[in-house]
């Protein structure tokens, strides 16, 4: 019979071997409005330079010189560990930022701990976010700092991955709990949902705590629905379920939310960068993209894809008129009719 760390790290390699194949089949299709719902107004005479364009965003009072980082995918089994170090090395050679998944296995099996301080080893000095559940104490999110030595904490706010989960937690109380550590932590909070959007309604609560950031995590990347569903036996189908990435923004912006936005679900190329950052995101980022370039083509070919990305937004930055990220958020876009038909309805 397994024990509960065998539980606990077959359910981690699960997850990762049902997140390739959901990216590998193609499934990663947008509920509600897509990117390709924004279209870019050309700029025919920018009077710009690609040497004049700065790409740099600040958060947490850190300038990133690019702004996108490799979100986290998972850790805590050998598999899984593996590819965490890759990113790491990738993170390093890219100077991005980086995120490890939930280090909740660590702290109930400390034995384990070692694969994520890898991460930490291989990249001594770049910016690294630790990631725990809403529901953690704030001493388990000092120990989950600690141990990567993190420069910022994830908190991700998984409803709607815990429901169609066997296993699963039925319970989130988490508001209070969130404004907690975000106000005790030494390091900056991150609130960021798991692949189901933001609505008014949860950036107007966010508001009111002491988080740094808030990461939209909306639809249209990993489905950890479709991933729970396919492990679980209890049937609950909420394949379709959420907002977003798009509406997620637009809904930021309807709530009137003064905190930092950080752009994740569906992230593939430069043009989701650019149109993320022109609806308000200071920061983008990506998982089960860039795992899945890893695992089809390698380390390698992530590199050469994120340098093709920063050369892009350059250009996009030209075609655009935008000599900075603050600029790009006054370019126009042309909203498509159900764009149009969203905003009609949240506004």
Not at 22 to 51: H, M
Request: glycine share 8%.
């Amino acid at each position: 019979m397994k024990n509960e760390k065998d539980i606990h790290q077959h359910r981690k390699d699960e997850h990762l071997s049902l997140a390739i194949k959901y990216w590998r089949e193609g499934r990663n299709q947008t509920s509600g409005l897509a990117f390709s719902d924004l279209r870019l107004i050309p700029n025919t005479l920018p009077e710009l330079a690609i040497d004049d364009i700065d790409l740099t965003t600040e958060l947490f009072g850190v300038r990133f010189d690019f702004p996108f980082y490799i979100e986290a995918v998972t850790g805590g089994t050998e598999r899984t560990n593996k590819i965490n170090q890759q990113f790491a090395q990738v993170a390093k050679n890219q100077n991005l930022a980086m995120a490890v998944g939930s280090q909740s296995i660590a702290l109930k099996f400390p034995e384990l701990a070692s694969g994520f301080k890898k991460v930490r080893e291989i990249n001594p000095n770049g910016f690294l976010f630790a990631n725990l559940g809403a529901g953690h104490s704030l001493e388990n999110a000092k120990r989950a700092v600690d141990m990567i030595s993190a420069d910022a904490l994830e908190i991700h706010v998984n409803t709607a991955q815990e429901l169609p989960m066997d296993e699963g937690d039925r319970s989130f109380y988490w508001l209070e709990n969130i404004n907690e550590v975000a106000t005790r932590l030494e390091v900056p909070v991150v609130v960021k949902e798991v692949g189901f959007g933001i609505s008014q309604k949860t950036f107007r609560q966010l508001s009111e705590t002491a988080i740094s950031a808030i990461n939209v995590g909306g639809n249209g990347g990993t489905n950890f629905a479709w991933i729970e569903r396919r492990r679980g036996k209890n049937g609950f189908n909420i394949d379709e379920f959420g907002l977003s990435t798009v509406e997620s923004l637009f809904e930021a912006k309807f709530a009137d939310n003064k905190k930092p936005l950080i752009a994740t679900g569906g992230i593939s190329c430069a043009q989701d960068i650019l149109k993320s950052l022109i609806l308000g995101a200071k920061m983008t980022s990506s998982a089960g993209f860039i795992l899945s370039v890893l695992m089809e083509s390698g380390s390698e070919a992530v590199e050469q894809m994120l340098k093709n990305w920063k050369q892009d937004l350059e250009k996009f930055c030209v075609l655009t008129g935008s000599k900075s990220l603050t600029e790009l958020q006054t370019v126009e876009l042309l909203y498509s009719t159900n764009t149009l038909n969203f905003i009609q309805q949240r506004k």
